[in-house]
């Protein structure tokens, strides 16, 4: 009778043991996925690249990580490439280099973009592309006032990119953030300036 007793005993010992070890593995990765869920939401996400807008710089199927926490602390820089939602329909998300911020103005000339009268370089705008004079807001010797509170972007890729050029202006409440690295596929590995 006592060797039934011990194993009953034993037997809800293990079946408790095994309990217990079942519910920390699925706490454990309920911590894991709400940790995850945090992190994606607050601080950096993976977008994916979907056209040549940003070539050479950007491919098609890039997968690269933004920086969604950075513009709590400081404003977005002219040269940056920034992840925005895009103004003609907010559900889309769009990738461009930032040109110009509010209060600046600016100039597609001879194939070069001017910001507040000089030559963007430095990084400002790609230094390897032939900006293009197209739509409303990119016509030869036009000067473009960015209203506070907004950006002016531009494509890397200027013949085939849909950008600041055609529908204006991005508004600030519409950032998503700074795209940091390319992170797959592993031969384009680098960080994006």
Known sequence: MARRVHRAAAAASSSAQAKSAWRENLESILWAAALALVIRTLIVA????????????LIEGDRILVNKFLYRFRQ????????????????????????????????????????????????????????????PFGQEHAVTDVPQGMYFVLGDNSSSSHDSRFWGFVPKRLLIGRAMCIFWPPTRLRALR
């Open 46 to 57: 993976p977008f994916k690249i979907p056209s040549g807008s940003m070539r050479p710089t």
């Open 76 to 135: 977005p820089r002219r040269g940056e490439i920034i992840v925005f939602r895009f103004p003609e329909n907010p559900k889309r998300p769009f990738i461009k280099r930032l040109i110009a911020v509010g209060g600046d103005t600016v100039e597609i000339r001879e194939g070069h973009v001017f910001v507040n009268g000089r030559i963007a370089s430095g990084g400002e705008a790609s230094p390897t592309t032939y900006y293009y004079n197209q739509g």
